[in-house]
């Protein structure tokens, strides 16, 4: 199995569990990478992690769930937390964060460790969601695919702060332009009625925890 390490700026590099861990929290996608017939592919799509491992999920027809069970796959999880605007084009950067891994792709099969990652997987995106609409039922459990990644094979890698030029003289702005990703205000299907309010779990997610 290829071994994650950064080649360029290592010191930027890490495979402390703390840093991985955040990193991969605060995401919401990975993109997963790997071969199929001969061929490179790479597919986002959302995941949950518990403990030391991914949890990725896809309908039982899907393809792509094929191609990656019982394979070796890249997986990646990224923030862009700033635009370095540095004195030359050439010398700007970005401050990001991000999580790189190489894993095989395990399969659930038992129907209850299934049922648990579905909950855990829309409580992760939507607290409170699964008490409102209720649990999957069997039969969507049954027609889901569900794999599992280790992250004993990642490592993450970290760029903050400022231009690292010296800026003697510039006469061109330069610095950091924070980039954030943040809720919108909820909008309601028109198919619901008008008298139908906000759930108070949303509020908090769009709003933060003392919404009312």
């Not at 986002?44 to 796959?73: N, W």
């Amino acid at each position: 199995m290829v071994k994650t390490t950064p080649s360029r700026y290592p010191s930027r590099g890490t495979d402390d569990k703390a840093t991985m861990y955040q990193i991969i929290d605060e995401g919401l996608f990975c993109t997963i990478a790997f071969v199929r017939d001969g061929r490179a592919h790479q597919i986002p799509t959302g995941f949950c992690r518990v403990k030391d491992e991914l949890y990725i999920h896809a309908s039982a027809k899907s393809g792509f769930m094929d191609a990656i069970i019982e394979q070796e796959v890249s997986f990646s999880v990224t923030h862009m937390d700033g635009l370095v605007l540095s004195p030359s084009a050439f010398d700007s950067s970005f401050n990001y964060r991000s999580v790189i891994g190489f894993a095989r792709a395990i399969e659930l099969t038992n129907p209850g460790e299934k049922l648990k990652f579905f909950n855990l997987f829309t409580e992760r995106y939507c607290p409170g969601r699964i008490a409102d609409v209720g649990e999957p039922t069997p039969e969507q459990v049954s027609i889901t695919k569900i794999v599992r990644l280790s992250l004993d094979n990642a490592a993450a890698k970290v760029r903050t702060g400022d231009v690292n030029m010296n800026m003697k003289n510039e006469t061109s702005w330069c610095g950091v332009i924070p980039i954030e990703t943040k809720y919108g205000s909820p909008q309601k299907d028109g198919q619901l009625p008008e008298n139908l309010e906000l759930p108070s779990y949303i509020q908090k997610l769009t709003h933060g925890p003392g919404a009312t």
